[in-house]
């Protein structure tokens, strides 16, 4: 009854101090907000993203909020069945000022953790000055199982929880290509290296050339595990 009674005490503790705490916690680290445009990577944010793949309400409402903040620009696709069927998915056409080398599709999930993670290199130039203006990509949807192999399980392709980047273009500036540049000590070669730091909060899994050979020409950024980077 007593441990009961201290139990009932705390929760009305923190009830009492939820608005207190609300107004002073920053931005990425207060668990019971909606996920928003802007939060930073913490892991309050990863578990905020992490959740999304089950509550798909929660997942369309920051897919708008994220394009009425101008960091994505998506058209919602129709179901599909087959051997692969997707729900939910979107045609997601740009990240703010950044344009792809083509659309593609993405679940959800994946649309706005790739919106976070964009956003955040747009904002960091490559060194001279010359800004992100695109992103060269191999797509995201394809229905198979993993490495392409006769049997197994299926890909992250497969449900398009996943998208492999091949290269950056930046306004005025040179075409960064991850097969290209990855072992360069240039200026390239370190923001390419920084780019795919800085992507491994966001997603679930980033694979990326030091991985294996199959991923050499590509960066590989998916939803499964929990910040798996290599």
Not at 46 to 62: F, V
Request: net charge positive; aromatic share 10%.
């Amino acid at each position: 009854m007593k441990a009961l009674i201290i139990l009932l005490l705390l929760a009305l503790l923190g009830w009492a101090a939820a608005p207190w705490l609300s107004s002073r916690v920053p931005p990425g680290w207060h668990p019971f907000t909606p996920l928003a445009p802007g939060d930073p990577p913490t892991w309050v944010t990863r578990y905020k993203l992490s959740r999304l793949a089950d509550d798909p309400a929660s997942c369309r409402a920051i897919l708008q909020r994220l394009q009425q903040a101008g960091m994505l620009r998506y058209r919602q696709v129709a179901d599909s069945d087959g051997r692969c069927p997707l729900r939910g998915a979107v045609r997601v056409e740009r990240f703010g000022t950044v344009a792809l080398s083509a659309s593609f599709l993405a679940s959800c999930p994946l649309a706005v953790r790739s919106a976070f993670w964009v956003a955040t290199q747009a904002a960091r130039p490559l060194e001279g000055g010359a800004v992100l203006a695109r992103i060269d990509h191999v797509g995201s949807f394809a229905c198979r199982n993993i490495y392409h192999r006769a049997e197994g399980r299926r890909s992250e392709h497969a449900s398009a929880d996943a998208w492999d980047v091949t290269g950056f273009r930046f306004a005025g500036g040179p075409a960064i290509g991850v097969n290209a540049d990855w072992q360069q000590s240039s200026a390239a070669g370190r923001w390419l290296r920084r780019a795919f730091r800085q992507a491994c909060p966001w997603y679930g899994n980033a694979l990326g050339p030091d991985y294996n050979a199959a991923h050499a020409s590509h960066f590989h950024f998916g939803l499964r595990s929990w910040g798996t980077c290599r």
